[in-house]
């Protein structure tokens, strides 16, 4: 199974910006998914995550509001709408793909598989 994501740059704040993370070699409509980041000298934490379905969306509260996730079974990808984008959003945001047990989570260590992380860089 391969996450290959994409979409990251350099935005002002204020700015959106879409992330993408194609998924490959799974049936991406039985995968939970989930957006994690990781912050220059802090522990990598948890943004949005999806359950398999893709009917319910979890967001963490620093991003409520302003991102949006979804997947495409269609084209077996999934997406991070991140709108009114802060300086503090800044970080290397990673994909995750798995099967969790109760259909979604948070948890690092329930996601099976992961891409290679973009960045994104928002300034004042």
């Known amino acids: 199974v391969q996450l290959q994501a994409s979409g990251g740059g350099s935005v002002q704040a204020g700015g959106s910006l879409r992330l993408s993370c194609a998924v490959s070699?799974?049936?991406?409509?039985?995968?939970?998914m989930g957006w994690f980041r990781q912050a220059p000298g802090k522990e990598r934490e948890w943004v949005a995550v999806?359950?398999?379905?893709?009917?319910?969306?979890y967001y963490a509260d620093s991003v409520r509001g302003r991102f949006t996730i979804s997947k495409d079974n269609a084209k077996s990808t999934l997406y991070l709408r991140m709108n009114s984008l802060k300086p503090e959003d800044t970080a290397v945001y990673s994909c995750?793909?798995?099967?969790?047990?109760?259909?979604?989570?948070?948890?690092?260590?329930?996601?099976?598989?992961w891409g290679q992380g973009t960045l994104v860089t928002v300034s004042s």
């Open positions: 995750a793909a798995g099967f969790p047990p109760v259909g979604w989570t948070i948890l690092e260590h329930e996601y099976h598989y």
């Open positions: 999806i359950d398999w379905s893709g009917s319910n969306a």
């Open positions: 070699g799974a049936i991406f409509s039985n995968l939970a």
